[in-house]
């Protein structure tokens, strides 16, 4: 079995950029991520040479004991789909190649074994992430010398980075400016006319990104302006 890369089909954009991608991923061995609702592709060996059966394998962790996605009769040319996999996956009876469309449900390992390598075939750690929604930016106060706290809020996906921008600058290194909980929420002491603005919060993870800008105006009574 061959060191191969995995080629990935664009079928689903979120946010920013694409959630999936198309380019040659990392040899067999590695981890690669892509997001649910995405089609990836395994390919099958260099070498078509075996009468017997293959079969592409699948276990949540390492320490699993090892299910079959499909099993494939070479000599019969009799196919086998196992229950979970029906009407998501295409098994190549040429290439050996597997195309698994994927649920959040998917993540694992998987890898591709010939009748004769009983222990063998290395194993791909496939990560499966939800691509991120729109964050929600919201404040609880717009009053001259308050301390507003400024929060960039996400319902669906896990975030791997924050980044804050005011007016299409990022966020003035000084001591009324702090960033808590992962730079999540953007605290700004003693508030000022002057820290009024457009305030954006941009999302990252592995498969996609997203953002969202508001205005924030400070008044000089009490008060909150969030437009």
Same mark, same amino acid.
């Given at each position: 079995?061959?060191?191969?890369?995995?080629?990935?089909?664009?079928?689903?954009?979120?946010?920013?950029?694409?959630?999936?991608?198309?380019?040659?991923l990392a040899p067999t061995g590695d981890r690669v991520v892509e997001a649910v609702g995405c089609t990836v592709v395994l390919p099958g060996p260099d070498h078509i040479d075996t009468t017997g059966t293959v079969?592409?394998?699948?276990?949540?962790?390492?320490?699993?004991?090892?299910?079959?996605?499909?099993?494939?009769?070479?000599?019969?040319?009799?196919?086998?789909?196992?229950?979970?996999?029906?009407?998501?996956?295409?098994?190549?009876?040429?290439?050996?190649?597997?195309?698994?469309?994927?649920?959040?449900?998917?993540?694992?390992?998987?890898?591709?074994?010939?009748?004769?390598?009983?222990?063998?075939?290395?194993?791909?750690?496939? =990560?499966?992430?939800?691509?991120?929604?729109?964050?929600?930016?919201?404040?609880?106060?717009?009053?001259?010398?308050?301390?507003?706290?400024?929060?960039?809020?996400?319902?669906?996906?896990?975030?791997?980075?924050?980044?804050?921008?005011?007016?299409?600058?990022?966020?003035?290194?000084?001591?009324?400016?702090?960033?808590?909980?992962?730079?999540?929420?953007?605290?700004?002491?003693?508030?000022?006319?002057? =820290?009024?603005?457009?305030?954006?919060?941009?999302?990252?993870?592995?498969?996609?990104?997203?953002?969202?800008?508001?205005?924030?105006?400070?008044?000089?009574?009490?008060?909150?302006?969030?437009?």
């Open positions: 079995m061959r060191s191969a890369g995995w080629g990935l089909m664009a079928v689903l954009s979120v946010g920013l950029v694409s959630a999936c991608r198309s380019t040659v079969q592409w394998e699948y276990k949540e962790n390492k320490n699993d004991s090892a299910l079959s996605v499909v099993l494939y009769y070479v000599e019969l040319k009799n196919l086998n789909i196992f229950p979970s996999y029906k009407d998501r996956v295409v098994f190549n009876t040429s290439s050996w190649s597997l195309e698994l469309k994927l649920q959040l449900g998917d993540r694992g390992l998987y890898r591709l074994r010939r009748q004769e390598e009983e222990m063998s075939g290395k194993w791909i750690q496939l =990560d499966v992430l939800e691509p991120l929604s729109k964050p929600e930016v919201w404040w609880n106060s717009s009053l001259v010398g308050s301390t507003i706290e400024m929060v960039c809020n996400v319902t669906v996906g896990m975030v791997d980075s924050y980044q804050w921008r005011k007016n299409g600058q990022p966020i003035p290194r000084n001591e009324r400016y702090h960033l808590s909980q992962n730079n999540r929420v953007l605290h700004i002491l003693k508030a000022t006319k002057s =820290d009024s603005g457009r305030y954006s919060c941009k999302i990252t993870n592995e498969v996609s990104q997203n953002e969202t800008s508001r205005e924030l105006i400070i008044n000089g009574k009490w008060g909150i302006s969030l437009l």
